[in-house]
């Protein structure tokens, strides 16, 4: 008897993202547990392939030019025989052809003042921060990029991990 592979045997792409300090990694990588998938951690993604182009020394980080680090990821995706979990602030660009799910987090803003405050932030960077969370910047660019299979989780306080997973689960069956 030949018998088809179920839709949820078929390798997944789950993109978290969201405003710096609003939880994404640790969704991701509660679901990867949950889900039985792999994290792709997207900052030491771009500096093991060396996909920036230089340093922002006022914000304190890495200049990324998007463009390449879609096509490295998609290349990277595509090849992948794992279902996979996307972890960063800048998942959400990638293409809805190679992403099922995006999930966006988010939190109020006196609590992302608090956790950005604690990273030890400069204030730049912490107001460019909170401004992008005030006008839901990820979901609006997610939208934008044509995703429509889109959660958002609000991780001010403990978000309900297993229920999330399952919601997902029924998602990419």
């Avoid at 960063?88 to 992403?99: D, K, T």
């Amino acid at each position: 008897m030949n018998q088809k592979p179920s839709k949820t045997a078929r390798k997944a792409v789950i993109a978290v993202s969201g405003t710096p300090g609003t939880g994404k990694t640790l969704i991701a990588k509660k679901l990867s547990l949950l889900l039985k998938m792999r994290r792709i951690d997207i900052d030491r993604y771009i500096g093991a392939h060396r996909l920036f182009t230089g340093y922002d020394q006022l914000r304190k980080t890495r200049i990324v030019p998007i463009g390449p680090l879609k096509r490295s990821l998609a290349a990277y995706i595509k090849k992948s025989e794992r279902s996979l979990i996307i972890d960063s602030h800048l998942a959400h660009f990638l293409s809805p052809r190679i992403v099922d799910i995006v999930i966006i987090t988010v939190c109020d803003i006196k609590t992302l003042h608090q956790r950005l405050q604690k990273r030890g932030y400069n204030q730049l960077k912490i107001r460019e921060n909170l401004d992008a969370e005030i006008f839901d910047t990820c979901y609006t660019e997610a939208q934008e990029m044509g995703h429509t299979r889109i959660l958002r989780v609000d991780t001010t306080r403990r978000p309900p991990i297993h229920t999330l997973a399952q919601k997902i689960r029924k998602m990419l069956d």
